[in-house]
Each structure stands twice: as C-alpha cells, then as structure tokens.
C-alpha cells in the first residue's frame, strides 16, 4: 500500500464530489436539514434533547453508508475501477483513497450537523461539544466502511438500496434510539450488543446527558472503530475489479 497512490486515489475522488453539486447538498446539508426539522417538530418539549444527539449520529450513518455504496459501485460498473486496478494500484489503495476522501467529507459534515443541533436548534449538551463531533464523525465513517463492503456484494444500485434493511434498519431499531437497550428483551438485547450502531448512540447519550463520561465515551468510540476496520479490511479483500 502506498501513500502516495492513496492520496491520489483520494484527491480524485474529492475532485469528482466537488463537481456534483447534489451529492455535496446530500453530505452537507441534508443531514443538518433534518436535524432542524426534528427540532422544528418537537419545539417547546424535551423531546429533542432526548433524541436529537441520537439523529446526529444515524444520519450521516445513513447518508454516508448510500453515497460511498453507490459511488463506489458506480465506479465498477463503468469500468473506472478496473482501468485503475490495471494501473500499479492495489486494492487497498484504492480502498484507502475511498475511505480517506469519504472520511474527510464525514468530518465535514458532522461540522456542519453538529453546529446547526447546538447553536441553531438550541440542542442542550451536557458534555463537551467537540466530543460530540467526534462521536458524529466516527459514526460517518462506520457508514462509510459497511458502504464500501456492501458495494462489493451488490450488482446494481437497487441492490444497494435492497442492504438497508439488512444493514441500516436493524441497527436503528435496535440500537437504543427509540427504546433503551436495556429495556429491550434479553434476546434482542443481546443481539444489539453486536450491532456498532448501538456503541455510537450509547456515546452520543453519554455525551448529551453527563459531563465527565469523556473515558466512556470514548471505549464506545473504541468499539465502533473495531468495527469500522474490520468492515474496511473485508472491503477491501471482497473488492472485485467489475460487476458480471
């Protein structure tokens, strides 16, 4: 693996991102946007304290696990990453390129999510603010691991929207945000204690809610990052050069 090839890698791709308007509205402003719409809908209750730190953490999920699957797999598909492939450029600096750039674009978003939550919607935060960037952006980047990985599995781009509910949906229903874990029945509990999802909202609560869980937050952080990594070196051992 090479530095230089991955930088590249991910120059270019930041380079096409930066000429697709839409997909910069996708990553930068629709997350905040919905952000906002949440408080919007639960103005003078408590409702969006309770929640909103939980959003900032499954939607850039969300976003970033669709455009990294899609533009990845729309790579494959045109035969750009197969050219590439051809080139001396290994498969983990290609993969490296795509998670460096895509990573870059998750800490810009969880910026620009996290700042619209507390300065314009008024979200309370108990803890530090910049804890919860964290949490948001580690939380872009797992998005952005499993969207590299299900990119490898899928032939087309209704395939990939066919891994949400195998992938996304679990982890939101299961994963604390609409019921504590620990409320759940022993079985479903148990099953969330797998789902990564579940440590960045534990994280992102922690931080809302208690002012010196800096040690706690950041095993959690620990733990999505395990998972992130082993999604990231499977992408990279699954990746093939073309779609059949």
Known sequence: M?????????????????????TIVLLLV???LLVGLIAWI???TPV????????????????????TSITT?????????????????GKGDLIGGYAL????????????????????????????VWLLVVVAVVNGLLGTMLGLLASAFAANEFQVVQFMP???????????????????????????DWLPLSYSVDAL?????????TGDVLLDLLVVGVFALGALVLAALTLRRRTR
């Open 101 to 128: 750039a895509f990573g870059l674009l998750a800490t810009l978003q969880a910026l620009v999510a996290v700042a619209w939550a507390v300065w314009v919607c008024g979200l309370s935060v108990e803890g530090e």
């Open 30 to 32: 629709v997350p905040a």
């Open 166 to 192: 195998l992938v996304v949906a679990p982890q939101v229903l299961l994963g604390g945000i609409f019921l504590a874990r620990d409320e759940m029945p022993d079985v479903l509990h148990a099953i969330s």
């Open 48 to 67: 969006f304290d309770e929640v909103g730190p939980a959003m900032l953490g499954l939607f850039p999920f969300i976003v970033m696990f669709l455009v």
């Open 205 to 213: 609560s922690l931080v809302s809610s208690e002012s010196d869980a």
């Open 2 to 22: 090479s530095p230089r090839l991955t930088l590249a890698t991910a120059g270019r791709i930041l380079t096409q991102v930066r000429h697709d308007p839409r």
């Open 42 to 44: 639960f103005d003078d």
């Open 73 to 89: 797999l729309r790579e494959r598909r045109s035969g750009t990453l197969e050219r590439l492939l051809a080139l001396p450029l």
